[in-house]
């Protein structure tokens, strides 16, 4: 199983940013995923959750901003992060809701104020 996250990158207060999320090794329509954030010295958190039906769910922190989407033909999962602010820095990656898989290396996300 590897779940690769990528589209990180050094951005300014406000902009926006789209991760992508490819899985490979399990059966990718079947799996509800969810994007986590890490951020410095603080523990693993889930921000955005999108179900086999296409329904989603957002921590607060994010809800309004951030939309999580997937394009089961891809076998990827997508977040598109918009008026990003500073606390929103941290590594990203994807898994399913109890990080039932490996985690990825995940991808670094730094907004600078």
């Known amino acids: 199983v590897q779940l690769q996250a990528f589209g990180g990158g050094l951005v300014q207060a406000g902009g926006s940013l789209r991760l992508s999320c490819a899985a490979s090794?399990?059966?990718?329509?079947?799996?509800?995923m969810s994007w986590y954030r890490q951020a410095p010295g603080k523990q693993r958190e889930s921000v955005a959750t999108?179900?086999?039906?296409?329904?989603?769910n957002y921590a607060d922190s994010v809800k309004g901003r951030f939309i999580i989407s997937r394009d089961n033909a891809k076998n990827t999962v997508y977040l598109q992060m918009n008026s990003l602010k500073p606390e929103d820095t941290g590594v990203y990656y994807c898994?399913?809701?109890?990080?039932?898989?490996?985690w990825g290396q995940g991808t670094l996300v730094t907004v600078s104020s």
């Open positions: 898994n399913t809701p109890l990080g039932g898989y490996t």
């Open positions: 090794g399990i059966t990718f329509s079947a799996a509800v």
């Open positions: 999108v179900n086999l039906g296409g329904t989603t």
